[in-house]
């Protein structure tokens, strides 16, 4: 099945700078790759999604990339702010979703 | 649009209890997932259902564990009997598919969870 490692657990940034996440995935055949964000004591919330027909997406300062070539995919947030605090999860998708572990992402005032 | 409901949000239980969570997915949609979260094993997805037949049940970890959806509107999720190692946040999720596939963005709708513990 699908297997989908996220790197790193744990981020810290200050605000205003940019924050990065990547995962990386096991099964070729997967095409669609959401992203949630995760507030303490809430379920995950979608933030943005990428199919694979597509090679980036950007929403205000959120923006995805996919590289299918290498099977690896990332959320890129700019001028954190305190609010994007949070826990991000990458998943992908061929039937069901595969999510990854998890980055604790803090950004400091 | 209310979102998916889930109840209890907390449950405190004792070791060989019965526990039933429950879950209202998001009118007008047709399928619903059941999730566990824990530190060590992340978001595992353990039952998913479309036009309320299980699909995939491969993710329930062991008997003790079943969920019915009897109709469009509801489903439940029932450990018995319940264990320490099942403390847990339990989420339920839904979405719409179409023919097969999940439409448009396939976004799955989460509820707010409920977080069991079992003592």
């Known amino acids: ?9 744990t981020l810290s940034v200050q605000e205003g700078d940019s924050a990065v996440i990547k995962c990386t995935y096991s099964d070729s055949a997967s095409n669609y790759f959401p992203w949630y964000k995760q507030e303490l004591g809430k379920g995950p ?5 990428i199919r694979s027909n597509v ?3 950007k ?4 923006a ?3 590289n299918k070539t290498a099977k690896h995919f990332s959320l890129h947030i700019t001028e954190t702010q305190p609010e994007d605090s949070a826990v991000y999860f990458c998943a992908a998708r061929r039937g069901k979703l595969q999510f990854g572990a998890g980055t604790q992402v803090v950004v400091t005032p | 649009d209310a979102g998916v409901i889930q109840s209890p949000r907390h449950e405190v239980t004792e070791m060989g209890q019965e526990v039933t969570l429950r879950c209202k997915p998001i009118s007008g949609h047709n399928s619903l997932f059941w999730y566990r979260q824990t530190m060590m094993r992340g ?21 003790r564990f079943s969920a019915k959806m009897p109709n469009a509107s509801f489903s439940t999720l029932k450990i018995q009997p319940s264990e320490p190692r099942d403390s847990a946040v339990y989420f339920c999720a839904s979405s719409l598919t179409v023919l097969g596939r999940t439409s448009g963005r396939s976004e799955q709708y989460f509820g707010p969870g409920t977080r069991l513990t079992v003592t």
């Not at chain 1, 099945?1 to 657990?9: D, R």
């Not at chain 1, 929403?59 to 959120?62: A, E, G, K, L, V």
């Not at chain 2, 595992?44 to 008997?63: A, K």
């Open chain 1, 45 to 49: 919330q979608l933030i943005i999604d």
């Open chain 1, 59 to 62: 929403d205000q300062r959120i």
């Open chain 1, 64 to 66: 995805v990339t996919l």
């Open chain 1, 1 to 9: 099945g699908e297997n989908v490692e996220q790197h790193p657990s």
């Open chain 2, 43 to 63: 978001l595992e997805l353990l039952i998913y259902f479309n036009n309320n037949v299980p699909i995939d049940d491969s993710g329930m970890p062991e008997d």
């Open chain 1, 55 to 57: 090679g980036e997406k």
